[in-house]
């Protein structure tokens, strides 16, 4: 039998605001899984494969990742890397140690040494810096002293720009007193300009990270060696928008930061940028068919649905990749206000409510719309036989009629 370990749950994590006005019944039983499922960690970084999660909580695989994609995106309480399927919960730390000392100390050391992707190891630390700051305790300074120290143990960009009360002065970039003329040469690159188009265009794409620094001293350092090889401020442009474009709902969509785009293949990203200028045009164009869907469905509604959530875009592009056209989500959209006008479900339910893309836009309920010949909209002033009364069992979980 594997050794039990004790998790603490703080009992205010039900009085917590995100907890009461955002998370649904299940999303608290989800936190609390992810904070005393058995691969918890006291650092609150731990491996957890999708199938693991599907298994020990009785959910279905795509429901496990949607869950995650809405614990870090909507509620930025996780952070997942999948490419090393770990999860890092953000807050773990200021809630999973009661006393400090050294078997404390030294176990944390070592759960840090054996996470595998280190960027997960800054993203907690930039999410607790301020906090560890303003702490009284004891134990969180030397918390944040071992994750400042595991960073440069493994020699990796300070992205998170945790400051490190024991680095020498004279290693910092100073933006107030030198006179150097080296550093005055640096600091009239558009250090800023970059990093601001870059978190401008991370945002506009709904990529939620926290905002890069253009006072990162590594940042800087990858900037001014990319200038030193001749690069320039739009050959930084093409690489981030291209970069974005390819990398965004991937399994990369996690590495869009300075340290990866600005590395030393700069050289080969921006080949690769140029080199596929289609993608894009694609992209932008099934970006603008979006729009031009969720603009008609909301126009005939008087509703205001977004063309950006994970649910209506995942569910656009399926239907679009399976060669449906703008025209079919027309009539779609037009056959559901038709034939569901004044009409109930079988839970009584105003079946109007259901005109909405997570509804409209699947596809058995698309395919119905999409072949269905129009009804004299007469009589039964109930459900519509057709579209309500032919629900498989199967069917059920798809079709909230």
């Known amino acids: 039998m594997a050794k039990a370990y004790k998790r603490v749950v703080d009992t ?12 649904t019944p299940e999303d608290k039983l989800f936190m609390l899984y992810l904070l005393t499922n058995p ?10 494969p999708y199938r693991v999660a599907a298994f020990e909580t009785g959910y279905n695989t795509d429901s496990i990742k949607s869950m995650i994609r809405r614990f870090r995106d909507t509620y930025g309480v996780i952070r997942y890397s999948p490419i090393t399927q770990e999860v890092a919960i953000l807050n773990s730390l200021k809630h999973s140690i009661v006393k400090g000392g050294k078997p404390v100390e030294d176990c944390i050391k070592k ?3 054996e996470v595998k992707d280190v960027h997960l190891v800054y993203d907690v630390a930039s999410h607790l810096d301020q906090w560890w700051d303003s702490s009284r305790r004891t134990v969180d300074k030397a918390v944040k002293q071992l994750f400042i120290n595991e960073l440069k143990r493994r020699k990796v960009p300070k992205e998170v ?3 490190d009360e024991n680095e020498n002065e004279n290693e910092r970039i100073d933006h107030d007193s030198s006179n150097d003329s080296s550093k005055e040469k640096k600091t009239s690159l558009p250090f800023s300009k970059i990093i601001s188009f870059l978190n401008n265009e991370l945002k506009a794409n709904n990529i939620k990270v926290h905002s890069f620094r253009p006072t990162t001293r590594k940042t800087r ?26 990398w965004k709902d991937t ?9 990866t785009l600005f590395n030393e293949n700069f050289e080969d990203r921006l080949t690769q940028a140029k080199s596929h200028p289609d993608k894009l045009k694609q992209s932008e164009d099934k970006k603008q068919t979006r729009i031009e869907i969720v603009e008609y469905l909301n126009t005939k509604t008087g509703n205001s649905f977004s063309p950006d959530t994970d649910t209506t875009k995942g569910l656009i592009d399926e239907r679009l990749s399976e060669g449906r056209t703008v025209k079919d989500f027309k009539k779609v959209i037009d056959t559901a206000i038709s034939e569901w006008s004044g009409k109930k479900t079988r839970n009584g339910e105003n079946a109007e409510s259901l005109v909405r893309p997570d509804v409209l836009f699947k596809d058995k309920t698309f395919e119905r719309l999409l072949n269905i010949k129009k009804s004299s909209n007469s009589g039964n002033g109930g459900y519509d036989e057709r579209l309500f009364a032919k629900v498989e069992p199967n069917d059920l979980k798809d079709l909230p009629f």
């Open 39 to 48: 691969h918890t960690t006291q650092v609150g970084i731990y491996t957890l």
């Open 221 to 246: 350092e990858l900037i001014s060696a990319r200038f030193t090889e001749g690069f320039n401020y739009d050959d930084f442009k093409t690489v981030i928008t291209y970069f974005i474009k390819s």
């Open 251 to 259: 399994k990369y969509e996690d590495y869009l930061r300075p340290s």
């Open 161 to 163: 720009n945790i400051e």
């Open 12 to 23: 205010s994590f039900w009085e917590d605001p995100k907890v009461i006005d955002s998370f």
């Open 111 to 113: 759960e840090l040494s």
